[in-house]
């Protein structure tokens, strides 16, 4: 589509790129709102796509790239097509300073750090967690443990959970 083009909706107009149109099932698409008006939300990585899977009343059900299968309105709008950049994790950095540029910190294990650091710190030489299970450096479960809420108000629209 050309800069200031001039697009037009309507019954009698005829479709052209960028149009607002239904989306036929099996449909790929990103960058997804979730409330209408909000902008999207969805789908929105490199190389992110979600399938229209079905249609039933004004909801539209679609499987995300997480393998979720959850229920958008369709009045929300999408945009057509996959995310481009799909093989920016493919990609080798090749040294520490590439990732600097980047803003990537490096990462430290917090058994190699003072207790004062990490709640898995200190002790003589390779010392043990000493702890039942793993945790984060401000002593929440790290591992095993679900942090969503559990009557969240948009559990009802979730059909099946990622895996």
Not at 62 to 85: D, K, W
Request: aromatic letters at 4%.
């Amino acid at each position: 589509m050309l800069w200031k083009k001039l697009v037009q909706f309507g019954k009698g107009e005829k479709k052209e790129e960028s149009t607002s149109t239904d989306m036929p099932l099996g449909t790929a698409i990103h960058n997804i709102e979730i409330t209408r008006g909000r902008g999207g939300q969805l789908a929105r990585a490199a190389g992110a796509v979600a399938k229209l899977i079905a249609k039933e009343g004004k909801l539209a059900t679609l499987r995300l790239p997480s393998g979720e299968v959850r229920l958008v309105s369709q009045n929300c709008l999408a945009t057509v097509g996959q995310v481009g950049n799909v093989g920016v994790n493919q990609k080798s950095l090749g040294r520490a300073g590439s990732k600097c540029w980047l803003g990537k910190r490096p990462v430290v294990r917090g058994v190699v750090m003072n207790p004062v650091d990490h709640p898995h710190g200190g002790g003589e030489g390779k010392a043990p967690i000493g702890r039942k299970k793993p945790t984060t450096p401000w002593g929440y479960p790290a591992l095993g443990r679900r942090t969503r809420k559990r009557k969240k108000y948009s559990d009802s629209f979730i059909l099946r959970r990622r895996k």
